[in-house]
């Protein structure tokens, strides 16, 4: 059984509870037919009253956020240029990590790069007809996506928890204090003054309270600022949890993999273990797909192009 706080919130299951999920040790790649995995993921769907997604990279990537390639190329070659074709000038989430000499250099390139992954990309076409899917269900959003692609394509704010932070959000780099502060138009300024890969030094942000350096609301490390709003999505989804665990709920998981598994893969495994009522949907590429055998008829995972995927199961919802 789902253990419970026992403290002041003791109808509502909380996050880290959520978390202590355990990885799956019969993990099999199923060898049913795309058509008939497709077939039981529109059964458990259309059966259910409440839908669980579960969003990672691999959603983003699948509705077309091009992080690498020519894409980086086209839109950070003048980075390029100043520090060469290295490992980590070749995407997107890679750059993010170069060791930039000084602050300006810094936020050079991380407010190009906040608004060309957050702001600035429309990759909602799928994410809207997902949501299409789930028409008439009590529907929540677990994601480690910091895009606000689901947010764009009309899901309310209030059904949403992104665990890893924003790219429209800045803190404090030392976490000094739970705030965050909305940057998207300091961004846009920094965007237009940035000359060589630096911005003027006297548009660097700095910390309010300590005078720090600022950082990205991204977890990246254990400095990560988890705001009001944060804890505030944190209990939502506690509140649905636990009204939805013990009802006809469905777990959609899209495209997370091995690289955070801990905060969607692994707990959705252990909710749908411990509750018959429970069944789950895994979209994904390749090993990622792979399913606990263990979990029987109520787990399907689907090897398959995504984009493919949700506009089979979209028809297949509605009846087509
Ligand atoms: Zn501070």
């Not at 008439?136 to 959003?141: A, I, P, Q, S, V």
């Not at 976490?175 to 965050?180: E, I, N, R, S, V």
Request: charged letters at 25%; glycine letters at 8%; proline letters at 4%.
């Amino acid at each position: 059984m789902f253990s419970r706080n026992s403290t002041n919130k003791s109808t509502i299951i909380s996050f880290e509870t959520f978390l202590s999920g355990t990885p799956a040790q019969d993990y099999v790649m199923q060898d049913t037919s795309y058509e008939e995995q497709i077939a039981r993921a529109v059964n458990m769907i259309r059966s259910a009253d409440y839908v669980l997604l579960g969003a990672g990279a691999g959603m983003s990537a699948a509705a077309g956020a091009q992080y690498g390639g020519k894409y980086f190329e086209e839109h950070f070659g003048e980075f390029q240029n100043i520090y060469g074709k290295n490992p980590y000038m070749r995407d997107m989430y890679s750059a993010g990590f170069y060791p930039f000499p000084d602050q300006e250099s810094k936020w050079g390139l991380w407010s190009k790069l906040a608004l060309t992954a957050g702001a600035d990309l429309d990759v909602t076409p799928l994410h809207r007809s997902l949501l299409g899917v789930f028409e008439g269900k009590r529907l929540f959003l677990l994601s480690t996506n910091a895009d606000h692609q689901f947010e764009k394509a009309g899901l309310p704010t209030e059904q949403i928890f992104a665990t890893q932070g924003s790219y429209n959000l800045i803190q404090c780099k030392r976490g000094c204090h739970p705030k965050t502060y909305y940057a998207v138009e300091r961004f846009r300024e920094m965007d237009a003054a940035r000359r060589n890969g630096r911005i003027p030094s006297d548009m660097v942000p700095k910390c309010p309270v300590c005078g720090s350096d600022m950082a990205m609301n991204l977890r990246v490390d254990d400095h990560f600022v988890e705001d009001a709003a944060w804890h505030e999505a944190e209990r939502r989804f506690g509140v649905f949890l636990s009204e939805a665990q013990d009802k006809k709920l469905v777990l959609v998981e899209l495209g997370v993999g091995f690289n955070t598994p801990t905060i969607i893969r692994f707990p959705f495994e252990k909710l749908a273990r411990e509750h018959e009522n429970i069944s789950l949907v895994r979209l994904n590429i390749g090993d990622g797909a792979a399913v606990p055998a263990s979990l029987g008829e109520r787990a399907v995972g689907i090897d398959a192009d995504m984009a493919k995927c949700i506009a089979d199961i979209l028809s297949g919802v509605r009846g087509d």
